[in-house]
């Protein structure tokens, strides 16, 4: 499984109204792939997912680095 399709089924198992951090989504990737990808790269597969999936998801706490899904737009 590579990076990003750890990001994307990460992303596709959230309910809308969960919230996640950065952190976490970078560990979920560390346990799937055995990668330590940049917070970045996770991040920027995040904004890839919303442009595909059609939900949001909001940086809600930036100093938390603290994300949550909408519904879809």
């Not at 970078?26 to 990808?37: A, F, I, N, Q």
């Not at 890839?48 to 939900?55: L, N, P, Q």
Request: proline letters at 4%.
């Amino acid at each position: 499984m590579t990076i990003k399709q750890s990001v994307f089924e990460f992303l596709d198992t959230r309910i809308t109204g969960e919230t996640f951090t950065g952190h976490t989504l970078r560990k979920y990737v560390h346990l799937y792939t055995g990668h330590r990808p940049y917070p970045a790269t996770c991040l920027r597969y995040l904004r890839e997912w919303r442009a595909v999936d059609g939900r949001s998801v909001p940086n809600v706490s930036k100093r938390k680095s603290l994300y949550e899904i909408k519904e879809v737009k």
